[in-house]
């Protein structure tokens, strides 16, 4: 029965041909092999669309968005794709600086009965010495060892690299927030199946990808290096509030306020090595606008 169970696979790519090649060839090299494979190409301005439309493959299907939309707009097209132009049971997305093991989309699977309330599906994510990756550790569930003589671990959030759906759950959630543009969008949709549906999330401790990230440390206002990134904390600091709003409590979004609109500002300017100032008020300005923030959530029409 497994193997009749059919997977699309969604890679979003932005100016990162190199890594992406390697990306294809891992999704080509699964053990399980992919129905329909969509590269959303957010508009790049090196040789990624050249590149996608040589590749002699039925199975992949390259989409070339007008503008960059941000990890958030690419997963939204690719997941739209995966409802609108197929029929596979499961989605399996990722960015282009996720380099799958062979084996890994074939150890989600192997797990995809585990529950009836089924919800998602993540791999366990390493950097490229093989330690933990830091920007994608999963957030355990209360009752995260629940499953554990299953090789799996129960979570309430994951990160978009290497994570699938059943499609009945897109259907019944809904797609990524496009206007999230980058940071929280896969938080935010991943509590709106656990928190707001109750459905289940799982790492499958055995599925693993490499994440070729840069360097292995989490998004960090204060240390940041490039001003040309730190104007998109502004992003991280209202999405956080959005989706503490929308799935958690009162206490919790008082509490990540605080935090965001006065500790960080002020550690920010004791602290940082330069643009003291500017950063404290990006912090400022994004946890405020969160309060605000009311971005439309986009329904799968079946």
């Not at 060839?25 to 992919?34: G, L």
């Not at 494979?37 to 039925?58: A, G, H, P, V």
């Not at 380099?99 to 993540?122: D, H, Q, Y």
């Amino acid at each position: 029965m497994e193997n009749k169970k059919s997977v699309d696979c969604v890679v979003v790519t932005y100016n990162r041909l190199d890594l992406l090649k390697e990306c294809v060839q891992a999704i080509e090299k699964q053990t399980y092999p992919v129905s329909n494979f969509f590269i959303i190409d957010n508009c790049s301005t090196d040789n990624t669309w050249n590149y996608l439309k040589s590749i002699r493959n039925e199975k992949i299907i390259p989409i070339h968005l007008d503008k960059n939309l941000g990890g958030a707009g690419g997963f939204n097209a690719g997941m739209k794709a995966f409802i609108n132009k197929s029929t596979s049971d499961y989605v399996w997305i990722m960015d282009d600086d996720t380099i799958p093991s062979f084996t890994a989309l074939e150890k989600m699977i192997k797990k995809s009965n585990v529950s009836p309330k089924l919800g998602f599906l993540c791999s366990n994510v390493r950097w490229k010495d093989k330690s933990v990756a830091v920007m994608n550790i999963p957030s355990p569930s209360k009752n995260w060892n629940e499953y554990s003589e299953y090789g799996i671990t129960k979570v309430n959030s994951a990160s978009f690299v290497s994570i699938m759906f059943p499609r009945d759950v897109v259907y019944k959630v809904g797609y990524p927030i496009t206007d999230f543009f980058i940071w929280g969008d896969d938080v935010e949709y991943t509590l709106r199946i656990t928190h707001d549906y109750s459905l289940d999330g799982f790492m499958v401790n055995d599925s693993l990808v490499e994440h070729k990230i840069k360097n292995n440390i989490a998004t960090d206002l204060i240390q940041e290096e490039s001003l040309g990134r730190i104007k998109r904390y502004y992003l991280a600091q209202r999405n956080t509030i959005f989706y503490l709003k929308k799935h958690s409590n009162k206490k919790e979004v008082f509490k990540a306020t605080i935090r965001q609109g006065i500790k960080l500002p002020v550690n920010a300017v004791l602290k940082s090595k330069n643009h003291k100032v500017y950063r404290a008020w990006v912090s400022i300005k994004g946890t405020v606008a969160g309060l605000f923030f009311k971005p439309k959530i986009e329904k799968a029409e079946k």
